[in-house]
T-cell receptor, first 118, second 110 residues
């Protein structure tokens, strides 16, 4: 069964450093998402991406964040200058299409990258 | 703001039936999703409701009442492996992000 994959599984970095989190969405999916979950808290939306551009972003997704689809398979989240409060599990998700009333709009999540900023 | 409420914790015994409720007050509605999340792992999709009524998938069923802003997830014939967090999530419009509740941690004992 196709699945979303993410690398690395764990990342430790120093405050102020740049990190790039990588995701390979399910191959026939067109919509891509990043979410994060701080330990013990709820899953929070960061950004969605379709047709090579951001379609929606949350207040969390400020200027230090960026996303890119550098080739036909990868989808990346870059944090330019990490802060202590960026420590969280980052999940990538993808869906086939967002139309209403169809199971094909279900978002499937990758296993996550646990980011620790020291 | 958007509000999604679920009980924080529930306990049940093996073989039993448990119902996890979710109420929502959101500015829009285009579907309600239930995910299961084991500790330290990704949310995995369980069920999806966009119209009122009951959706059944094996041991899991989910119900939606849009007029009441209410959903529940019903788990039957509970097994120890069902011990996990169950996340209720609402999508406001087609193609947009999911808004998650805080999740309900279910503990199943023998």
């Amino acid at each position: 069964e196709p699945e979303v994959t993410q690398t690395p599984s764990h990342q430790v970095t120093q405050m102020g450093q740049e990190v790039i989190l990588r995701c390979v969405p399910i191959s026939n999916h067109l919509y891509f998402y990043w979410y994060r979950q701080i330990l013990g808290q709820k899953v929070e939306f960061l950004v969605s991406f379709y047709n090579n551009e951001i379609s929606e972003k949350s207040e969390i997704f400020d200027d230090q964040f960026s996303v890119e689809r550098p080739d036909g398979s990868n989808f990346t989240l870059k944090i330019r200058s990490t802060k202590l409060e960026d420590s969280a599990m980052y999940f990538c998700a993808s869906s086939e299409r967002p139309s209403s009333g169809s199971a094909r709009e279900t978002q499937y999540f990758g296993p996550g990258t646990r980011l620790l900023v020291l | 703001g958007q509000n999604i409420d679920q009980p924080t914790e529930m306990t049940a015994t093996e073989g039993a039936i448990v119902q996890i409720n979710c109420t929502y007050q959101t500015s829009g509605f285009n579907g309600l999703f239930w995910y299961q999340q084991h500790a330290g792992e990704a949310p995995t999709f369980l069920s999806y409701n966009v119209l009122d009524g009951l959706e059944e998938k094996g041991r899991f069923s989910s119900f939606l009442s849009r007029s009441k802003g209410y959903s529940y997830l019903l788990l039957k014939e509970l097994q120890m492996k069902d011990s996990a967090s169950y996340l209720c999530a609402v999508r406001l419009e087609a193609g947009t992000a999911l808004i998650f509740g805080k999740g309900t941690t279910l503990s199943v004992s023998s």
